[in-house]
């Protein structure tokens, strides 16, 4: 009887070693990526920030905490490093969230599926671009003079301004474009940065 209310009390996310291990590695791993991708994103020529590449992935695999410790971990190296805006995390923070709800609705309306969908992975990456567009443009418009710290991006938005002549309204439209080029892209790469690992490690429990 103690033994099945102790069991009762338990979360369900099957927390073993082998599973800590593996949040932890991966997290910290993603980490490293999103810096890596935000790095990328300032030598091509496509206007892209990739600083989340691997958001999503982490929610999905991992979980909400984890997902956020991604999220605000990327924004922290990228400001030492990289000197974007610390207050530019609330756009990461709010793609992990997003995904993580998404996620948690599509398991509760198919519980007996054991793989989330590709559906879901494409409106966590629509939704994040919403999110990040309305977040950051508005603090890149009004704390940091439109700027963003990506050559790439802040040339479009400049593109932009010349024919409208309003810089808000140019970091506006010029955020928005690049951020749902930028997170359907990274979805569709967390998409398959999923389907491998579950495919590889066949008993990872979902969270």
């Known amino acids: 009887m103690s033994g099945n209310l102790i069991n009762s009390r338990l979360p369900d996310k099957n927390w073993t070693p082998r599973r800590i291990i593996f949040?932890?590695?991966?997290?910290?791993?993603?980490?490293?990526?999103?810096?890596?991708g935000s790095f990328l994103a300032g030598l091509i020529a496509f206007p892209l920030y990739l600083d989340s590449v691997m958001t999503i992935a982490v929610t999905a695999l991992c979980g909400l905490v984890p997902g956020l410790i991604c999220a605000f971990g990327s924004n922290i190296l990228l400001f030492i490093f990289a000197h974007t805006?610390?207050?530019?995390?609330?756009?990461?923070?709010?793609?992990?969230?997003?995904?993580?709800?998404?996620?948690?609705?599509?398991?509760k309306n198919h519980p007996n599926e054991k793989l989330l969908s590709a559906d879901s992975f494409m409106w966590a990456g629509f939704l994040a671009a919403i999110s990040n567009s309305i977040i950051g443009d508005t603090i890149s418009t009004f704390v940091y003079g439109a700027n963003t710290s990506i050559p790439q991006v802040d040339n479009a938005v400049q593109g932009i301004y010349?024919?409208?002549?309003?810089?808000?309204?140019?970091?506006?439209i010029g955020g928005t474009i690049t951020n749902f080029v930028d997170k359907l892209v990274c979805a569709t790469i967390c998409l398959f940065i999923y389907r491998f690992v579950k495919k590889v490690f066949s008993d990872l429990p979902s969270f």
């Open 85 to 107: 805006g610390i207050f530019f995390s609330a756009c990461h923070l709010s793609t992990a969230l997003i995904a993580w709800l998404i996620f948690r609705s599509e398991r």
């Open 23 to 36: 949040t932890v590695l991966f997290t910290a791993v993603s980490i490293g990526i999103n810096y890596l």
């Open 162 to 172: 010349v024919v409208i002549r309003s810089l808000p309204v140019a970091a506006y």
